[in-house]
């Protein structure tokens, strides 16, 4: 069964960076398309970026593009998410998404049928 970790949350201060990283084990990403999605408080899960089994297509979402950028290590089993210019607005618990799926279909929550546990990021002075 496909298991999902992510790291590399933290408190950053506005303009920072952060790198999160989603790890998977028991099972080859390789077949997998692969979102982040975050949730702040009191607010709805959002998708953030994704991108397709091979690596060949992303998407992100108009907030964070140009300052995210999601790539995946096949050897490592691991897809990152480089995260620049950090905001306050920034701030949620960010969870890694896998689609056994070529193409990333949208950050439609339903077509992700594996998710981590979520790891904290706080953008703060």
């Known amino acids: 069964q496909l298991q999902l970790v992510e790291s590399g949350g933290g408190l950053v201060q506005p303009g920072g960076s952060l790198r999160l990283s989603c790890a998977a084990s028991g099972i080859t990403l390789d077949y997998y398309a692969i979102a982040w999605f975050r949730q702040a408080p009191g607010k709805e899960r959002e998708g953030v970026s994704c991108?397709?089994?091979?690596?060949?297509?992303?998407n992100y979402a108009d907030s964070v593009k140009g300052r995210f950028i999601i790539s995946r290590d096949h050897a490592k089993n691991t897809i990152y998410l480089q995260m620049n210019s950090l905001k306050p607005e920034d701030t949620a618990v960010y969870y890694c998404?896998?689609?056994?799926?070529?193409?990333?279909?949208?950050?439609?929550?339903?077509?992700?049928?594996?998710w981590g546990q979520g790891t904290q990021v706080t953008v703060s002075s």
């Open positions: 998404a896998a689609a056994y799926s070529y193409y990333c279909s949208g950050f439609v929550s339903e077509n992700f049928g594996s």
């Open positions: 991108i397709s089994s091979t690596g060949a297509s992303t």
